[in-house]
């Protein structure tokens, strides 16, 4: 019977430091998960940087071309415009 009580209270114990255990565990863990909240922001900062300088570099030229494609026809009918009014009048 004593041997019974023993193992009862061995499992006991047990289970009492498991427990602690995971508490200290879960708390770590939250400890950490705030501690590198600034860590992860500067990071996703980083990643928004980047992009940002990819769309510039990328989206910017091609803008760039379509707008010339845009303007140069638009310059040329001014000048022809332009070139109309002045001899006519």
Same mark, same amino acid.
């Given at each position: 019977?004593l041997?019974?009580? =023993?193992?009862?209270?061995?499992?006991?114990? =047990?289970?009492?430091?498991?427990?602690?255990?995971a508490?200290?565990?879960?708390?770590?863990?939250l400890?950490?998960?705030?501690?590198?909240?600034?860590?992860?922001?500067?990071?996703k =900062?980083?990643?928004?940087?980047?992009?940002?300088?990819?769309?510039?570099?990328?989206?910017?030229?091609?803008?760039?071309g379509?707008?010339?494609?845009?303007?140069?026809?638009?310059?040329?009918? =001014?000048?022809?415009?332009?070139?109309?009014?002045?001899?006519?009048?």
């Open positions: 019977m041997e019974l009580l =023993g193992i009862l209270a061995l499992v006991a114990v =047990g289970a009492v430091v498991l427990g602690i255990l508490l200290v565990i879960g708390l770590v863990k400890v950490l998960k705030i501690a590198l909240i600034p860590l992860a922001l500067l990071l =900062g980083l990643g928004l940087l980047v992009g940002a300088l990819v769309v510039l570099v990328v989206v910017g030229p091609l803008v760039f379509i707008g010339l494609v845009i303007l140069l026809p638009l310059l040329l009918l =001014g000048a022809v415009i332009w070139l109309g009014v002045a001899f006519v009048t």
